[in-house]
């Protein structure tokens, strides 16, 4: 039988369509604009173990008992109120890493800090669940927890829900030495888990809607990066603790947003935020102990 151009056409359409999908859609969104570290899910990588969850990604460092950051990607779909869950172990870490408990933190002067916090996975109590797992925490001194920090999340989340955002976001730990409420130290009671010098964050705010994230960055993207000390004496007024992502690499030794083209993001790295911040008492709190 003899086809027709016609209907050569239609019977192609549906397999263009299937080729021309955008990549984007089908991959892994928290590992979007990059892998900081380079980490692996090679489970002799200890220092710097990927671990690719459905809520974040992180990557584990089995020496320090904390993740070395972890990222994720902050959407309207994201939010919700679903309850604060337990604390508990990460049992996907492969056999022979170091499980911390959250009894690992009990009178050591520093919450368990989440570095991907509750609220922001508040859609569904198995999303609330996630975030509860210890290796999404840190020792971090409470001033720092329930002040700034907290008021940066909130920040974030208001520029999701009313400012119709798409935020990428990575955090994490960094140095050795901090102060709690039992004073300064350099692991909790117990030795397990090394206590931060510094807590930062980097956040990419991107408009919400369709398309390619990585298509949306240009030299005129905001980027807001912050490092806090891991101390008691901080106060509220996140953004005094601006910087720029350069510094925030400097401090680190990542790399961040390598995805994204270097002509774009390089000059991105050298900016601090000016955006004026207004100020708001404080408000419901994500906090855990």
Known sequence: ???????????????????????????????????????????????????????????YCNDRGTPNWVSWQLCKEDLGHAPRKPFHPDTTLPRGFRRIKPDDYTGSGFDRGHLCPHNDRSATDEDSAATFVMTNMIPQAGEVNQKAWNDLEIYCRDLV?????????????????????????????????????????????????????????????????????NSDHVEHRWDRYRTTVKKVEQLTGYTFFETVPADVIGPLKLQVDDERIPSHPPRARDKGR
């Open 1 to 59: 039988m003899r086809i027709t151009l016609p209907l050569v056409r239609w019977l192609l359409v549906p397999a263009l369509l299937v080729a021309a999908a955008p990549l984007y859609a089908q991959e892994y969104p928290h590992l979007r604009m990059g892998n900081p570290s380079k980490a692996t899910e090679d489970p002799r990588d200890k220092e710097n173990y990927l671990m690719k969850k459905k809520q974040f990604a992180l990557a």
């Open 161 to 229: 829900s009313k400012h119709h955002k798409r935020l990428y976001i990575i955090s994490g730990p960094q140095g050795e030495g901090g102060t709690g409420k039992k004073g300064f130290r350099n692991t909790v009671p117990d030795g397990r888990v090394t206590v931060p010098a510094f807590c930062w964050k980097i956040i990419m705010v991107l408009p919400e809607g369709e398309g390619d994230d990585l298509a949306k960055v240009t030299l005129r993207t905001r980027l807001i990066a912050v490092i806090m000390p």
